[in-house]
């Protein structure tokens, strides 16, 4: 009987008949999965790195002014997002802040940050005293008295797969950028003096 086992063994172990439409079977589903997570997770890598690129190129144009901006000039940074990104007015903002040190700069933890003014187009809400604690992690140092410009930029994604297991909601992709005024030592909103002088903006507030 053990012999008899054995030999049976032996032969399904040996044995290479098979049939394609049943391993198919087992093989598509695994297949299709593979397929559409690899295609719904590098298209969101690509709309997010769109969406930096363009915030990249928006701080780069804001760090090079050297008069006052006004909320024309937001509008307008908001339809150059729009069309690096290819996305509608309707699911889409942006959002700038200016962003001072005033004592205590050299320490992360203590330093006091004031806010200069803040302006957002398409729907947005500008940014207030309170909001700058949830930001002071992604603000770097900065010498005391200096400036530094705090660019988001929003747009919503739909997953090309939106109800497949393999996909994940709706979500707006948010991107930070934080750089600095070029030439001028004031990046002032719709009137101050460049270079000196204060800003008069929506108001200010001290975290």
């Known amino acids: 009987m053990k012999k008899f086992i054995v030999e049976i063994i032996g032969f ?5 008949k098979g049939s394609v439409s049943v391993e198919a079977v087992f093989a598509f589903p695994m297949l299709f999965w593979a397929a559409t997570a690899t295609f719904t997770f590098f298209d969101a890598y ?10 990249y190129t928006i701080s780069d144009m ?15 940074l908001h339809k150059v997002f729009r069309y690096m ?5 309707e699911n889409s903002w942006i959002r700038v802040s200016v962003v001072t040190c005033t004592a205590n700069c050299a320490d992360e933890v203590n330093r006091d940050l004031e806010f200069k003014w803040s302006e957002a187009a398409n729907g947005a809400r500008s940014l207030d005293a309170a909001d700058l604690v949830f930001y002071r992690s992604q603000i770097p140092l900065m010498a005391k008295g200096s400036q530094l410009i705090l660019v988001e930029t929003s747009r919503e ?12 909601a709706e979500r707006d992709l948010v ?7 070029r030439f001028a030592a004031n990046f002032c909103f719709d009137t101050c003096v460049v ?5 008069a903006g929506d108001g200010t507030g001290t975290i």
């Open 175 to 181: 991107s930070h950028v934080v750089t600095r005024p």
């Open 157 to 168: 994604y739909k997953p090309p797969f939106a109800n497949a297991l393999v996909s994940f």
């Open 12 to 16: 399904f172990k040996s044995d290479q």
């Open 46 to 55: 690509k709309v997010q790195n769109t969406s930096y690129r363009a915030n």
């Open 85 to 89: 990104t290819y996305t509608g007015s």
């Open 195 to 199: 270079g000196g002088g204060t800003d």
């Open 62 to 76: 804001l760090s090079r002014e050297t008069v006052p901006v006004n909320q024309a000039y937001i509008d307008g």
